[in-house]
Every structure is written in C-alpha cells, then in structure tokens.
C-alpha cells in the first residue's frame, strides 16, 4: 500500500532539522512554562511534554492527564510554539483536539500493538492533524511501516516516523539500539516521509545525544525530537537524558549538516552501517572472550591443559565451511580464526596465572 503524505506544513519546514524540543513529562505548570520561555528563546519552534506516559511498571509517574493540557495551551498563546504529545487511546485524542494540540505522537509501545493503532486511526477519521509514528519497541519494521499505513489509512496525510531505538535484553550503551539499518530501510520503502530521530530515547544517556544526532544527520533524516529540561537532574521522568536549553541550543550549533546529493547520502550510509557492524563485530568479540576465560576457569578446576588440539582444528574446519557457504574466502576466515584464537588462548593464560 503507498502511503497518501502531504508536506507536514510546520514553520520549520524548510529547516534541517526540524527540532521538536522540551521535557520527557508535563510535570507542573511551573516547569512546563520555564522550559517553554527558554527554548523559545533559543528559537525553537515546537515542544514536546508528555501528558499521559506509560510507564514499564506501575507507581512511577504516569503523567497528569487532562490537567497538564491547559499548560500546553498556555505555552502556544505565550510562546507562539506548536504544541506536540503522544496520544495512546481515543481519549487521548479527543483531549488532545479538545485542548488544540498541534501535532501528536503514538508512542513506541503502542506502535506495537495493531489494535490500539487502528483505534487511535478511527478517533482521527477527519481531523487535519500530524501524527509522528514512532518506531516499535522491537525491531519490527512491517509493524512500523503497518502503524504508519492504519493512520494514514484513516486520511491523515501529515505524517513523520519517529527513529527511538529499539529495545534490547542486553543492554550496553543505548538505552535502545539505534538499528541504523531499519530506519534506512524505512525510508527506502517510503521516499516521502520525513524521518525524525529521537536521540534522547536511542541514547537514554545526555553525552549521547549529540553523536547521535550528527549520525542522524549524516543518514539525512529530517528531523529531531529532543528531550530537554528546564532542570533535568530533578525530572520527574528519564531524567537522565535531558538537558537544558542552553546546552541543547549549543548541541544544535555545532551539528555538521551536509549536502544532500544522493551519491554523498548513499555512501555515508552505507558507511554507516559499515560502523554498525564494526561495533556488533566488537561486542560479539568481547562476548566470546568472556566465554573462553569461563572454559580457561573450568580447565583450571579440572586440570586441562588450554590448548586442545582437536577441538582448534574442528573450530577452525567449520567455521572455513561456513565461510565458503556465506561467499567468503576460507583462507580468510582461517586467518581471522587464528586470531581469535590466539586472543583466547591468552586470556585462558591470564586465568590459569592468576593466583
Ligand atoms: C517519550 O517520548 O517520552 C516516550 C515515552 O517515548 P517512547 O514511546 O519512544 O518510549
Ligand atoms: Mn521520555
């Protein structure tokens, strides 16, 4: 199914990126006008607040609900700012209108599920509102590219996916790994829509939402989605990846936007994914030494001398086979197994040395 998009028609338009900045939550008036005045000063021309949140355990706080919606108002009337919140129910919709929302987000958990997405599609039959879809917790990009289509499935025509990571067991740096490759693949499939980050919720951690940003940048997206405090160590929620307005107009300032000729865009992508790559190669690496120092303690418990010829000679057999299978050279999967190997054998060393 093609997607039917009209240009989002926000005063940033033209600008790349668009910013949408301000708190993770609406948390009290005070709060939400202090963030507001400051990021518009720095000329920011959308906020975010989250009104209703939904929180992974229950006791957190989990928004003010409709209370918060007159403080959203406020900032619009004062600031001149488009206003944006995540809706997840057909009420939420209803305020949102109720209270004039400029723009709404589904959030990451509802994307998930097919059936809130329809309902919140039906609430917006006939209403002329942008709705950013943010991607699924999971790295499911039918079910991105399906949330996308109910919506605009239900007429609304402008629309924006939201890149927020996506949730992993083994968690690392991110909070929520960025998966590069889905969100290419996303714009790949619809040329047309704009692509916004959300470096706060990737990132989870504040010294990373400027990497992250230039690295949405350099794929091209079009937009992103900040969080940002007007004190975020005392934030009610994530507070760990906000940060001030001051220290966000500086993040902004310094970001590297470069042209957008198509043979510059494809290879910093690929380049991109390259890096991705590189860093699982890593990670899997480290993985797999932490194993052999496992067996080196074993082998030491049990008085087993560390190299066991057969068992290298096996690794080293299989692994050229499915070399061959996956298109690479055995001589050089060979290669790079000896230095597995060698690097594993030392770290046994240093297991069977210690005292
Ligand atoms: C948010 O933007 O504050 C939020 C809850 O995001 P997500 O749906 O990406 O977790
Ligand atoms: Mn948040």
Redesign the pocket.
């Known amino acids: 199914m093609e997607l039917e998009l009209q240009r989002l028609g926000l005063p940033s338009d033209n600008e790349r990126p668009f910013v949408i900045a301000g708190p ?2 609406a948390e009290t008036e005070e709060q939400v006008m202090t963030t507001a005045r400051q990021l518009a000063e720095k000329g920011c021309h959308m906020f975010r607040a ?1 009104v209703w ?1 939904p929180r992974t355990k229950p006791g957190g706080f989990e928004g003010n609900g409709e209370m918060a919606l007159p403080w959203m108002k406020q900032v619009k009337e004062e600031t001149g700012m488009l206003t944006a919140t995540e809706v997840a129910t057909p009420e939420h919709v209803e305020l949102c209108l109720k209270y004039g929302i400029d723009i709404l987000w589904v959030g990451a958990r509802t994307t998930a599920n097919p059936f809130a997405v329809q309902a919140l599609a039906d609430s917006l039959k006939g209403v002329d509102i942008p709705v950013f879809v943010k991607n699924p917790v999971n790295p499911d990009l039918e079910l991105w590219i399906g949330a996308l289509e109910r919506i605009n499935g239900a007429g609304i025509k402008r629309m924006a996916a939201i890149h927020r990571g996506f949730s992993s067991y083994d968690k690392k740096i991110y909070r929520n790994l960025p998966m590069w490759q889905i969100p290419i693949e996303l714009k790949r499939r619809i040329p047309n829509i704009p692509l916004v980050c959300d470096p ?2 990737i990132g989870g951690r504040r010294d990373l939402i400027a990497p992250l940003c230039q690295q949405a940048m350099d794929l091209g997206m079009d937009g992103l989605i900040v ?1 940002s405090h007007c004190n975020p160590d005392k934030a009610w ?2 507070a760990s ?2 940060v001030t307005p001051d220290i966000l107009d500086y993040i902004l300032s310094i970001l590297v936007i470069r042209a957008e000729t198509q043979t510059t865009e494809n290879i910093t992508a690929l380049r991109k994914q390259i890096d991705e790559i590189d860093n699982n190669i890593i990670e899997v690496l480290a993985k797999r030494m932490r194993i052999s120092r496992e067996i080196g303690q074993y082998k030491k418990e049990h008085g087993m001398t560390i190299l066991q010829t057969a068992r290298y000679t096996e690794i080293l057999d299989k692994r050229g086979a499915q070399g061959t299978l996956m298109g690479i050279d055995p001589e050089c999967i060979k290669k790079i197994f000896e230095a597995i190997h060698e690097e594993s054998v030392n770290q046994q060393m240093k297991v069977l040395n210690k005292a």
């Open positions: 993770c939550s989250g949140k706060s919720h969080e929620s994530d990846q906000q």
